[in-house]
């Protein structure tokens, strides 16, 4: 059974569906992960979300220490938090970070992201639908990468 891919989710997207639906759209978290369990088929699937820096840090460890591939929305940490991309530098695994909305199309403070130096894919502005293409690219990862 090959290590599951980690969905993690940072704060405030337990909102997502009533949260500036012009920005993120009416997609529930909860539907977001439907979508991710659909495209990782087979392949077993942790998803997760906090509003707690710390359980996003703890998550990534656990990741870590099952050689997981993970993909994060770290939502505003993605800006500021040098724990989180400290905690990400130890992992062996492809780490794909993903942005509901095109942060680059946003207000200057979201433009500059602490997790993109480690992260091996970016992908935002593809809205809810980008957690699919994260999952189906690792999966393309995962498939063409030695054991
Ligand atoms: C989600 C958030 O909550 C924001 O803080 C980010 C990201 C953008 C998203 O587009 O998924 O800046």
């Given amino acids: 059974m090959p290590a599951p891919i980690y969905v993690l989710n940072g704060p405030n997207l337990n909102r997502l569906g009533t949260r500036e639906p012009d920005i993120y759209g009416h997609t529930t978290l909860a539907e977001v992960e439907t979508m991710c369990r659909e495209a990782a088929g087979d392949h077993p699937l942790v998803f997760r979300q906090s509003n707690k820096e710390f359980e996003i840090i703890e998550w990534v460890h656990e990741a870590i220490d099952a050689k ?11 800006f500021y938090s040098m724990a989180i991309m400290d905690a990400l530098k130890m992992a062996s695994g492809p780490i794909i970070e993903l942005h509901i909305s095109n942060v680059h199309k946003r207000e200057p403070m979201y433009h500059k992201s602490l997790v993109s130096a480690v992260a091996t894919a970016v992908i935002a502005g ?3 639908y ?7 690219s690792i999966k393309h990862i995962l498939a063409s990468t030695p054991a």
């Fill in 126 to 128: 593809l809205g809810p």
């Fill in 130 to 136: 980008g957690y699919v293409v994260a999952i189906q």
């Fill in 68 to 78: 997981a591939a993970i993909v994060i929305n770290p939502a505003a940490f993605t």
